[in-house]
C-alpha cells in the first residue's frame, strides 16, 4: 500500500502508522536496567530485531549491545547520524547537536529529577515541604475569594 500526502509525495507518517518512536541509527535511548540505567545513549547500529549497539560518549556510557526490552526510546533523534560511527566523532555530533541539554529540558527528564530529588528528602525536607505548600496554598485561595467576592 503507498500513501501519498497532499503534495503529491510519498507520506511515511501514513506508514508508520500509531507510532512515532522507531528504532533507527540516530534514536536517542534511555537505558533503564543495569549499571547505566538513568543514563541516556545513542543507537549506532542495529543488531537484529531484540538488539542494537548504544554509544554514549558524553554520558559515560561504554559502546555495547544491548537489547531494547532493557531501553525505552526516547523523541530525541539525531540526524543523518551514519552508522557504527566512532566513540569520537559520535561526541561531535552530540554536541553539535546539543542532545544532552534537549534531554534534559524534555519534561521526562525533569520528572525523573524530582522523583530522585524527593527520595533523597529528609523527615524534616518533607516536613518544610509540607509547610510551604499549606502556605502558598493559603495564598491562593485568598486571591480566589477575593475575584470571587469582586464578581459577586
Not at 8 to 23: C, N, Y
Not at 73 to 89: E, F, M, Y
Not at 98 to 112: G, L, N, R
Amino acid at each position: 500500500m503507498t500513501a501519498f500526502n497532499a503534495t503529491g509525495l510519498f507520506d511515511t507518517d501514513a506508514r508508520q502508522g500509531s507510532f512515532k518512536r522507531l528504532v533507527e541509527v540516530g534514536r536517542v535511548v534511555l537505558i533503564n536496567t543495569g549499571v547505566n540505567a538513568g543514563k541516556i545513549a545513542t543507537i549506532v547500529d542495529i543488531v537484529d530485531h531484540n538488539r542494537a549497539i548504544v554509544d554514549g560518549p558524553t554520558t559515560n556510557v561504554p559502546r555495547q549491545i544491548i537489547a531494547f526490552k532493557n531501553v525505552v526510546l526516547t523523541d530525541i533523534v539525531v540526524k543523518r547520524l551514519p552508522r557504527t560511527i566512532g566513540s569520537k566523532a559520535l561526541a561531535k555530533f552530540l554536541e553539535k547537536e546539543q542532545v544532552v541539554e534537549a534531554w534534559q529540558k524534555s519534561a521526562w527528564a525533569q520528572k525523573i529529577e524530582s522523583r530522585k530529588r524527593r527520595a533523597n528528602m529528609s523527615d524534616f525536607d518533607r516536613f518544610k515541604l509540607m509547610r510551604l505548600k499549606k502556605q502558598q496554598r493559603a495564598i491562593v485561595d485568598r486571591q480566589v475569594a477575593l475575584i470571587k467576592k469582586e464578581r459577586a
